[in-house]
C-alpha cells in the first residue's frame, strides 16, 4: 500500500482541525468562570454547567427529546420491521413506489415537511401537542429505521426460516424465533440511529413544538437567536460530549461506518 | 434481488406487512403535503385571517417580487458554492483516509465523520464563536498568519454562512466518497504505478474517474440539504440575510401569512425535486457502466 505524502498530511491536518475547531470551541468556552462569553483562560470551572440546574426550561426540554426520541424510534421500528420483511422476501405490485414513498422524508427538505405537519395538526387539533411531536418524528427517522431493517432483513439466509418451515414450525413460531432474533442487531442499531435523528432534529421540530413541548435543540436554537451567553454554550458542551460517548459506543458495537454508509445515503 | 425465490408463503403476505407503514405515510405524509400546497393558493389578510379560496394571489407575488427572487438566488447560490467547496475538499480528504493504516484510518473516520450526529445547532454555535464572539478567533489567526490583511466580516454575511454549511454538510460528501473508494481495486492503482504513470497522472486517469459517481451523488445530497438548511443559516445570516427556508419561517411564525410561507416552502420542494432528479439522470445515463 502507498502511503500519503507530506503534503497530504498537511491537508489532512488542517481538515481536521477545521472539522474540529467549531465543536472545540463551545466545549472550551463553556468552561469559562467569567460572565461573559471568553475562554478560561485562568483554569477552567464549572460555573455554567451548574447554572442549567437553574433553568428549568433546558432540563424539561431535555426529557422531551429524550422520551420523544425514545417513543417515536420505537414506534418508527414496530411499522419498519414488517414493511422492511415484505421489501426484502417477496416481490409484489407497488414495491419499490412503496419503498420510495417510506424514504422520502429524506429527499423532502424538513422545513416542508414542518410546515405541512403545523398546518395538518392545527386542522384536526393537535397542534403543539406532544402527540404531533411523536407522529412528525416517526415520519423523519423511520427512513433510518428502515435503511438498518432492511440490511439485516436482506443478508439474512432465507434457508434457515425454509429449515424452520419444514422442521413445522407455524409462521408466527419462525418470526419469533428465528426472524425477529436474527435481525435484531440491525433493529437495535435502527434504533439507535433514529434516537439520534430524533434528539438532532430541529428544522422540523421548530413548525411544531408548542411552550411546553419545546425539545432541546428548539429550546437552544430560541435561544441563541435572542443571545449568545456562556450558558448555551455549557448546554451545548454537554450535549456534544453525550452524542460523542453514544458515538463511540456504536461505533464499537455496529461500526460508524457500516452505520452510516449503507445504502440510503448514497441513494437520496 | 435475490431473496425472493426464498420462502413464498400466501400471496397477499406482502401486503399485509407493507399495509401499516403505507397507511400511515398515507395518513400523515401525503395528506400534510397534499394539504400545504392546496393552502398556498389560499387568500390571507392582516385582519381575515386564512380565507380558503383558489387563486394564485401567493404566486404571483413570489413571481413578480424581486426580494423573493433575491432570496432563492441567494439559497441556490449558498448552496452551489458549499457543494463545490465539500466536493474540492471532502473527495482528497476520502482518498487521504483511505490511504492511511489502520488504528488512524478509523479514528480520523470518526473525527471526519461523526460530527454528523453532533447537534447542527452546537455546531453552529461554534461557528458563531469563531466568527464573532471574544474577538473573532478566525479573523485573528488568519491576520496574524498574513492570510489576510483585514479582517473578513463572517457573521451574518453569506461568507460565513457558507462555511458554516461547509462543515456541516462535509461528513456527507467525504461518506459518500469514501463509499465510492471502497470498490476501487488498488492492484489497477500499482499496474499503472508500476508500467511508469506518475502518482499525478493516477490520480487524473485512474482514481478520478471511479470516484467520480461518488463525488457526483455526493454533490447532489449536499446540494440538496444545504438548499434547504435553517438552522445555519438563521443563526448566522441573523434576521436579515433570508434564504428560501428562514423566509418560510418568518412567513409562518412572525407575519403569520401561513399561504405566502406554504408557497415559498412547496416552491423550494419543486425545485429541489426538479434538480435532483434531473441531476440524478444525467450522472445516471454518464456513469451507466460504473452502477450496474
Known amino acids: 500500500m502507498s502511503r500519503n505524502g507530506p503534503l497530504a498530511l498537511v491537508f489532512h491536518t488542517l481538515f481536521v482541525i477545521f472539522m474540529l475547531a467549531p465543536i472545540v470551541v463551545v466545549c472550551a468556552v463553556a468552561f469559562t468562570p467569567e460572565g461573559y462569553l471568553s475562554l478560561p483562560a485562568n483554569g477552567p470551572s464549572l460555573r455554567w454547567f451548574r447554572t442549567i440546574a437553574r433553568y428549568p426550561e433546558f432540563i424539561n426540554a431535555f426529557w422531551t427529546s429524550i422520551w420523544l426520541g425514545a417513543i417515536s424510534s420505537l414506534i418508527a421500528l414496530a411499522f419498519s420491521v414488517p414493511a422492511a420483511l415484505a421489501i426484502a422476501r417477496y416481490d409484489f405490485t407497488g414495491r419499490d413506489a412503496f419503498t420510495a414513498l417510506l424514504m422520502s422524508p429524506l429527499m423532502i427538505p424538513h422545513v416542508v415537511l414542518g410546515i405541512a405537519f403545523l398546518r395538518f395538526f392545527t386542522q384536526i387539533g393537535i397542534g403543539g401537542t406532544f402527540l404531533g411531536l411523536v407522529l412528525s418524528h416517526i415520519v423523519v427517522v423511520l427512513p433510518f429505521a428502515l435503511r438498518l431493517t432492511l440490511a439485516s432483513a436482506t443478508g439474512m439466509d432465507p434457508r434457515i426460516e425454509q429449515a424452520a418451515v419444514s422442521l413445522g414450525a407455524s409462521e408466527w413460531t419462525v418470526l419469533k424465533r428465528v426472524t425477529l432474533p436474527l435481525i435484531l442487531p440491525g433493529v437495535a442499531s435502527g434504533w439507535a440511529l433514529s434516537f439520534i435523528q430524533s434528539f438532532d432534529e430541529v428544522t422540523m421540530t421548530v413548525f411544531i413544538a408548542a411552550p411546553g413541548t419545546e425539545t432541546l435543540p428548539v429550546r437552544m436554537f430560541l435561544y441563541i437567536q435572542d443571545n449568545i451567553d456562556p450558558l448555551v454554550t455549557s448546554v451545548s458542551a454537554s450535549v456534544i460530549a453525550a452524542t460523542v460517548v453514544a458515538l463511540v459506543i456504536l461505533d464499537r458495537i455496529y461500526g460508524l461506518e457500516r452505520l452510516l454508509v449503507g445504502r440510503g445515503v448514497g441513494e437520496r | ?292
Open chain 2, 1 to 292: 434481488m435475490s431473496a425472493l425465490e426464498g420462502r413464498s408463503g400466501p400471496r397477499w403476505m406482502p401486503y399485509i406487512l407493507s399495509a401499516p407503514g403505507l397507511a400511515l405515510f398515507v395518513a400523515i405524509v401525503l395528506v400534510p403535503l397534499a394539504m400545504t400546497i392546496l393552502l398556498s393558493f389560499h387568500d390571507w389578510g392582516q385582519y381575515k385571517g386564512i380565507e380558503t379560496v383558489f387563486i394564485l394571489k401567493n404566486w404571483r407575488e413570489i413571481w413578480s417580487d424581486g426580494y423573493f427572487h433575491e432570496v432563492f438566488l441567494r439559497t441556490f447560490r449558498v448552496a452551489f458554492a458549499v457543494t463545490l467547496l465539500t466536493a474540492a475538499l471532502g473527495a482528497p480528504e476520502a482518498y487521504i483516509l483511505s490511504r492511511m493504516k489502520s488504528p488512524w484510518k478509523g479514528i480520523f473516520l470518526l473525527v471526519v465523520i461523526g460530527p454528523l450526529l453532533i447537534s447542527v445547532v452546537a455546531r453552529t454555535l461554534g461557528w458563531a464563536l469563531l466568527f464573532g464572539g471574544s474577538g473573532g478567533v478566525v479573523n485573528k489567526a488568519l491576520l496574524n498568519l498574513g492570510v489576510i490583511s483585514s479582517p473578513i466580516p463572517f457573521m451574518f454575511t453569506e461568507t460565513g454562512m457558507i462555511v458554516a454549511l461547509v462543515h456541516v454538510m462535509m461528513p456527507f460528501m467525504v461518506l459518500s466518497v469514501w463509499a465510492a473508494l471502497q470498490r476501487l481495486d488498488p492492484q489497477i492503482e500499482n499496474a499503472a504505478l508500476s508500467l511508469g504513470a506518475s502518482q499525478v497522472t493516477v490520480l487524473r486517469r485512474i482514481v478520478l474517474p471511479q470516484i467520480m459517481p461518488g463525488i457526483l451523488s455526493g454533490a447532489i445530497i449536499v446540494f440538496a440539504l444545504a438548499a434547504s438548511a435553517f438552522a445555519t443559516p438563521s443563526i448566522i445570516g441573523g434576521r436579515r440575510l433570508k434564504v428560501a427556508s428562514t423566509l418560510a419561517y418568518d412567513e409562518f411564525l412572525n407575519t403569520l401569512n401561513w399561504p405566502l410561507g406554504a408557497a415559498v416552502a412547496v416552491l423550494l420542494l419543486i425545485a429541489l425535486v426538479l434538480i435532483i432528479v434531473g441531476s440524478n439522470r444525467i450522472v445516471e445515463r454518464r456513469y451507466a457502466e460504473v452502477f450496474r
